[in-house]
């Protein structure tokens, strides 16, 4: 009996310590530790270019590496914070070359605080230099060796550990730096992480805010800003040993704001503390306990930016889950709406909670949503991937969240990622008389898509010779400030493409949301980043310089309007012709959007905007330039792209002419607008340089420009003369005759002081009242090739 009892004791104890040991093994392990990093005093600051890389020469408070390990017994991950502006290139590369062996490189995280008083001299990128000083490869291996010991520490002091999350209000520290009434987070995350006997052995606070708060009289010296005080109070406030962690969150547009009304060393105390305060309490009421962990880690093909050569082309993408709690990494700085639409996303998932990381393994500077492109902020100049930026993090963090989407249907509506461009028919164009017809229908965004991909080439021949060649000849760009001192092996084009890109990108915001989304669609289709797309559209309105080339000096045009009796029974008619230096191929686009104006348009497969179209209520707008004046291009909205947008929501002159009056085209052009209001014809031209003009017809003739202008260049004065003479010996001009006087070369005269001359690309006469275009394009013998006619009567 006794042996039996030993027995069964003996089975029962063994059975108890396999459980016990079977337990142990599936606990979570944590360890934390922080290795100092300040270096030696010389070493260039990060974060200000007006530093121009000079050295440190002093230390206010101390820089650090922290470090927190955590295993569940399936998946080890290092999540390390950086006292310094950034995680650069270089010194990831070398931190995963030094991390301890026993964890995949992939469960590393490297995030920065964002201190902009800490040490530069970690970029190899000449340009990046400007704000980190020369590059040094020895501070990259002390600062690298220094992280990876951190990581070493904290895995040597792994032990049994539970951990929880909460969240803390935020009473203040952020402000919007855009927009002083613009949104913040109004959370602060807090993570607990406790021993075996429940004292925490680190906490980690999330908040959103820049560390920019050192004294002007400090910023030569090194300093972790208010997260270093933030350290400092919030583990004198803790157990012995804990170490106190900061994450810097959505943060682009988010300051460190100032409850206290303090100003100096006193304001970055007071947010430091105050952090430290919210987050500890946060802290104690946070019950700690298992949990799994898991490490989603990807490396994401990136959309174009305006700078292949200065950012990459994928980078990695990391989130951590904690149970519950999603934490996402983003490589740069995502501004605060972008963090506040993931965390919605996150939590209709089924997450607790969720915070952005931001400036984690990489640096590809600012991120902000689609409605902030057009804007002119310091946020928007440095958002180099396109407007779509944000939702492509949103389509690639919620790929990597486990928890499934909701079930709605309507869930992805609105990403233009989410359609299957794979099954969007393109259409063929159709062969006209020495030219094409193309007919796009459906959404705008479509739309753009099949026109990108039928042009795409012919988008990027034409960027080239617009836009990058006149760059890299300096025939763009000054030759003061920058640019007038940048070396020779540097190309110009890597920093003046973003600048051009940033400068037109205002416009966006004069533009209907239907044509926007439609310059997307071309992107897309054409494989080009957005910008360029869209600044092609602007590239004969560049401020003019004094050794501007042709290409950009050139007027576009010949065009009249007849009404009333000297239209004869047409009542109104308008003739064109189209100059443009460059051979192109000639193209008449039909638009069949699903809602507003159908409309026909004649020009270049590679322009959106209108140089001579008609809407189907017969509303015809035609555009000439006349170089009269400089001017800011950062000021006014392309003229033919204005005119497209009143295509589409128009139908009478007088409503072009009020939606004209509340913009500022670009000066120097010539409008012609015809059509009817009231069902009566009407023509007028609208001149516009320092105040609108509007001109009417005289005795039925409307040229438009008035030869008898001052300043007008000699070939435009000349050829208007000479369409003048022509009309004013006719009583009636009928369509016949005016596609007769649009052909004339008068014989002794210069090539551009002829109506058809060597430039002429298609000749036009609109008939507004059958809702007809007739288009002649150029042959290959120089003349006009037939007539083809088109009409917005029918389908």
């Given at each position: 009996?006794?042996?039996?009892?030993?027995?069964?004791?003996?089975?029962?104890?063994?059975?108890?310590?396999?459980?016990?040991?079977?337990?142990?093994?599936?606990?979570?392990?944590?360890?934390?530790?922080?290795?100092?990093?300040?270096?030696?005093?010389?070493?260039?600051?990060?974060?200000?270019?007006?530093?121009?890389?000079?050295?440190?020469?002093g230390?206010?408070?101390?820089?650090w590496?922290?470090?927190?390990?955590?295993?569940?017994?399936?998946?080890?991950?290092?999540?390390?914070?950086?006292?310094?502006?950034?995680?650069?290139?270089?010194?990831?590369?070398?931190?995963?070359?030094?991390?301890p062996?026993?964890i995949?490189?992939?469960?590393?995280?490297?995030?920065?605080?964002?201190?902009h008083?800490?040490?530069?001299?970690?970029?190899r990128?000449?340009?990046?230099?400007?704000?980190?000083?020369?590059?040094?490869?020895?501070?990259?291996d002390?600062?690298?060796?220094?992280?990876?010991?951190?990581?070493?520490?904290?895995?040597?002091?792994?032990?049994?550990?539970?951990?929880?999350?909460?969240?803390?209000?935020?009473?203040?520290?952020?402000?919007?730096?855009?927009n002083?009434?613009?949104?913040?987070?109004?959370?602060?995350?807090?993570?607990?992480?406790?021993?075996?006997?429940?004292?925490?052995?680190?906490?980690?606070?999330?908040?959103?805010?820049?560390?920019?708060?050192?004294?002007r009289?400090d910023?030569?010296?090194?300093?972790?800003?208010?997260p270093g005080?933030?350290?400092e109070?919030?583990?004198?406030?803790?157990?012995?040993?804990?170490?106190?962690?900061?994450?810097?969150?959505?943060?682009?547009?988010?300051?460190?704001?100032?409850?206290?009304?303090?100003?100096?060393?006193?304001?970055?105390t007071?947010?430091?503390?105050?952090?430290?305060?919210?987050?500890?309490?946060?802290?104690?009421?946070?019950?700690?306990?298992?949990?799994?962990?898991?490490?989603g880690h990807?490396?994401?093909?990136?959309?174009?930016?305006?700078?292949?050569?200065?950012?990459?082309?994928?980078?990695?993408?990391?989130?951590?889950?904690?149970?519950?709690?999603?934490?996402?990494?983003?490589?740069?700085?995502?501004?605060?709406?972008?963090?506040?639409?993931l965390?919605?996303?996150?939590?209709?998932?089924?997450?607790?909670?969720?915070?952005?990381?931001?400036?984690?393994?990489?640096?590809?500077?600012?991120?902000?949503?689609?409605?902030?492109?057009?804007?002119?902020t310091?946020?928007?100049?440095?958002?180099?991937?396109?407007?779509?930026?944000?939702?492509?993090?949103?389509?690639?963090?919620?790929?990597?969240?486990?928890?499934?989407?909701?079930?709605?249907?309507?869930?992805?509506?609105l990403?233009?990622?989410?359609?299957?461009?794979?099954?969007?028919?393109?259409?063929?164009?159709?062969?006209?008389?020495?030219?094409?017809?193309?007919?796009?229908?459906?959404?705008s965004?479509?739309?753009?898509?099949?026109?990108?991909?039928?042009?795409?080439?012919?988008?990027?021949?034409?960027?080239?010779?617009?836009?990058?060649?006149?760059?890299?000849e300096h025939?763009?760009?000054?030759?003061?400030?920058i640019?007038?001192?940048?070396?020779?092996?540097?190309?110009?084009?890597?920093?003046?493409?973003?600048?051009?890109?940033?400068?037109?990108?205002?416009?966006?915001?004069?533009?209907?949301?239907?044509?926007?989304?439609?310059?997307?669609?071309?992107?897309?289709?054409?494989?080009?980043?957005?910008?360029?797309?869209?600044?092609?559209?602007?590239?004969g309105?560049?401020?003019?310089?004094d050794?501007?080339?042709?290409?950009?000096?050139?007027?576009?045009?010949?065009?009249l309007?007849?009404?009333?009796?000297?239209?004869?029974?047409?009542?109104?008619?308008?003739?064109?012709?189209?100059?443009?230096?460059?051979?192109?191929?000639?193209?008449?686009?039909e638009?069949?959007?699903?809602t507003?104006?159908?409309?026909?348009?004649?020009?270049?497969g590679?322009?959106?905007?209108?140089?001579?179209?008609?809407?189907?209520?017969?509303?015809?707008?035609c555009?000439?330039?006349?170089?009269?004046t400089?001017?800011?291009?950062?000021?006014?909205?392309?003229?033919?792209?204005?005119?497209?947008?009143?295509?589409?929501?128009t139908?009478?002159?007088?409503?072009?002419?009020?939606?004209?009056?509340?913009?500022?085209p670009?000066?120097g052009?010539q409008?012609?607008?015809?059509?009817?209001?009231?069902?009566?014809?009407?023509?007028?031209?609208?001149?516009?340089?320092?105040?609108?003009?509007?001109?009417?017809?005289?005795?039925?003739?409307?040229?438009?420009?008035?030869?008898?202008?001052?300043?007008?260049?000699?070939?435009?004065?000349?050829?208007?003369?000479?369409?003048?003479?022509?009309?004013?010996?006719?009583?009636?001009?009928?369509?016949?005759?005016?596609?007769?006087?649009?052909?004339?070369?008068?014989?002794?005269?210069?090539?551009?002081n002829?109506i058809?001359?060597?430039?002429?690309?298609h000749?036009?006469?609109?008939?507004?009242?059958?809702r007809e275009?007739?288009?002649?394009?150029?042959?290959?013998?120089?003349?006009?090739?037939?007539?083809?006619?088109?009409?917005?009567?029918?389908?």
């Amino acid at each position: 009996m006794k042996f039996r009892l030993l027995l069964s004791g003996l089975l029962l104890g063994l059975f108890l310590g396999c459980l016990s040991a079977h337990q142990f093994a599936d606990a979570l392990e944590a360890g934390v530790a922080k290795i100092e990093i300040t270096p030696m005093l010389g070493v260039p600051l990060h974060g200000y270019g007006a530093r121009q890389g000079r050295g440190a020469t002093g230390t206010h408070d101390p820089l650090w590496a922290r470090s927190l390990y955590l295993d569940d017994g399936e998946t080890q991950v290092f999540l390390v914070s950086v006292d310094l502006l950034l995680i650069s290139t270089e010194l990831r590369e070398r931190v995963l070359e030094l991390a301890p062996g026993q964890i995949p490189s992939e469960n590393i995280i490297l995030t920065a605080t964002h201190t902009h008083n800490g040490p530069g001299g970690i970029h190899r990128e000449l340009l990046f230099r400007l704000i980190s000083g020369r590059y040094m490869p020895e501070v990259v291996d002390v600062l690298s060796y220094h992280i990876a010991e951190s990581m070493r520490q904290a895995y040597e002091n792994r032990s049994r550990a539970s951990i929880g999350y909460g969240a803390a209000r935020n009473p203040g520290l952020s402000t919007n730096r855009a927009n002083p009434d613009g949104p913040i987070d109004n959370e602060i995350g807090v993570i607990r992480v406790d021993d075996a006997d429940g004292n925490p052995i680190s906490i980690v606070g999330i908040l959103a805010a820049h560390p920019t708060l050192v004294p002007r009289s400090d910023q030569y010296n090194f300093s972790a800003d208010f997260p270093g005080v933030f350290y400092e109070e919030l583990e004198q406030m803790s157990t012995e040993g804990c170490i106190a962690i900061f994450l810097n969150g959505a943060l682009g547009n988010q300051s460190a704001g100032n409850p206290d009304n303090n100003e100096g060393w006193n304001r970055v105390t007071s947010v430091g503390n105050l952090l430290a305060l919210q987050v500890k309490g946060a802290a104690n009421d946070i019950l700690c306990g298992e949990a799994s962990i898991y490490v989603g880690h990807t490396r994401a093909q990136l959309p174009h930016t305006m700078s292949p050569g200065l950012f990459p082309e994928s980078v990695i993408l990391q989130t951590l889950e904690i149970d519950d709690l999603l934490l996402t990494f983003f490589p740069g700085e995502p501004v605060v709406e972008i963090g506040l639409e993931l965390r919605q996303r996150a939590l209709n998932r089924g997450y607790e909670r969720q915070y952005v990381i931001g400036l984690a393994n990489d640096a590809l500077l600012y991120f902000l949503p689609w409605e902030h492109y057009a804007e002119s902020t310091y946020e928007s100049s440095l958002n180099f991937y396109g407007p779509r930026i944000a939702d492509w993090f949103y389509e690639e963090f919620e790929y990597m969240m486990r928890k499934p989407p909701p079930d709605t249907e309507d869930a992805q509506a609105l990403n233009v990622y989410s359609l299957d461009l794979d099954n969007i028919q393109i259409p063929e164009p159709d062969t006209v008389d020495n030219g094409a017809y193309l007919l796009l229908e459906g959404t705008s965004y479509v739309r753009g898509y099949q026109l990108g991909r039928l042009m795409g080439h012919t988008l990027l021949e034409r960027f080239d010779e617009y836009i990058h060649e006149p760059i890299i000849e300096h025939q763009l760009i000054p030759d003061t400030g920058i640019w007038g001192i940048l070396p020779s092996f540097i190309n110009p084009s890597s920093v003046a493409l973003p600048a051009l890109g940033y400068a037109v990108r205002s416009h966006l915001s004069g533009i209907s949301a239907d044509l926007r989304l439609e310059i997307e669609g071309i992107a897309t289709g054409a494989d080009l980043h957005f910008d360029k797309v869209w600044l092609l559209q602007h590239a004969g309105h560049l401020p003019y310089v004094d050794d501007r080339d042709s290409l950009f000096k050139l007027p576009f045009c010949t065009m009249l309007a007849v009404t009333d009796d000297r239209a004869g029974n047409d009542s109104l008619l308008v003739a064109r012709n189209l100059d443009w230096v460059v051979e192109e191929e000639g193209y008449v686009v039909e638009i069949r959007p699903d809602t507003g104006r159908r409309l026909i348009q004649v020009g270049f497969g590679w322009n959106s905007g209108v140089y001579s179209g008609m809407n189907d209520a017969g509303l015809v707008l035609c555009l000439e330039r006349l170089p009269l004046t400089n001017y800011a291009v950062e000021n006014h909205i392309a003229p033919e792209l204005l005119l497209r947008d009143i295509l589409s929501q128009t139908t009478t002159v007088s409503g072009a002419l009020e939606k004209i009056e509340n913009v500022h085209p670009v000066p120097g052009y010539q409008l012609l607008i015809a059509g009817f209001d009231n069902e009566n014809p009407r023509a007028v031209v609208v001149s516009y340089n320092d105040s609108m003009q509007v001109r009417e017809p005289q005795d039925g003739i409307l040229l438009g420009v008035d030869p008898r202008m001052p300043l007008l260049d000699e070939a435009t004065r000349i050829r208007y003369e000479r369409a003048d003479l022509l009309v004013q010996n006719e009583a009636v001009l009928s369509l016949d005759r005016l596609q007769h006087i649009l052909r004339d070369e008068e014989s002794g005269q210069p090539q551009q002081n002829r109506i058809w001359n060597s430039n002429t690309r298609h000749s036009v006469v609109f008939h507004p009242h059958r809702r007809e275009m007739h288009v002649a394009f150029r042959n290959d013998e120089g003349k006009t090739g037939a007539y083809t006619t088109f009409s917005l009567r029918g389908e």
